[in-house]
T-cell receptor
């Protein structure tokens, strides 16, 4: 069966510090991978998606970036965090454009 | 640009009552998904609707899809407290999510 992991689970970072969130998927090959951000009490905002190694599509301009160095690894990064980057970050995988399976999430607080 | 609108955004209902959540979307799509999110948790897949007229049921929840009307509904029958959560619909095109419907079921 497939599982998806995210870490860390929670993170408190000062403004201007770097960020690296990691997502890995087990039990499947060549999945589509996604990063979403959810602000408190709000819906999901798609940040990045990837259909293969090194292939990243960005949905919104921001100070975040994503990379997919391996087939089942997806990394979200920032060089300098802003207060507005606070939120709940969710990684998800799917086969093609079918239903997505979400990881447990990372709760980021930028202070 | 694809827009996905859910209503209501907030729903407070009594146990035992029935209600429907609506999901409208602005461009053609043959696939629609419903997810549940408990407070502080991740999203859990509920239903996958793959064609016009599709209907899926699980327990007290039933989802349907009308691709011609660009509308999906999530019907709640005889609500119980355990159904309290936020429900999201998502449309196949680029997996756009609605804003979510926060459901509270009161005894």
């Amino acid at each position: 069966s497939q599982t998806i992991h995210q870490w860390p689970a929670t993170l408190v970072q000062p403004v201007g510090s770097p960020l690296s969130l990691e997502c890995t998927v087990e039990g499947t090959s060549n999945p589509n991978l996604y990063w979403y951000r959810q602000a408190a009490g709000r819906g999901l905002q798609l940040l990045f998606y990837s259909v293969g190694i090194g292939q990243i599509s960005s949905e919104v301009p921001q100070n975040l970036s994503a990379s997919r160095p391996q087939d089942r690894q997806f990394i979200l990064s920032s060089k300098k965090l802003l207060l507005s980057d606070s939120g709940f970050y969710l990684c998800a995988w799917s086969w093609a454009n079918y239903e997505q399976y979400f990881g447990p999430g990372t709760r980021l607080t930028v202070t | 640009e694809l827009k996905v609108e859910q209503n209501p955004l907030f729903l407070s209902m009594q146990e035992g009552k029935n209600y429907t959540i609506y999901c409208n979307y602005s461009t053609t799509s043959d696939r629609l998904y419903w997810y549940r999110q408990d407070p502080g948790k991740s999203l859990e897949s509920l239903f996958v609707l793959l064609s016009n007229g599709a209907v899926k049921q699980e327990g007290r929840l039933m989802a349907s899809l009308d691709t011609k009307a660009r509308l999906s509904t999530l019907h709640i029958t005889a609500a119980v407290h355990d159904l309290s959560a936020t429900y999201f619909c998502a449309v196949d095109n680029d997996m756009r999510f609605g804003a979510g419907t926060r459901l509270t079921v009161k005894p």
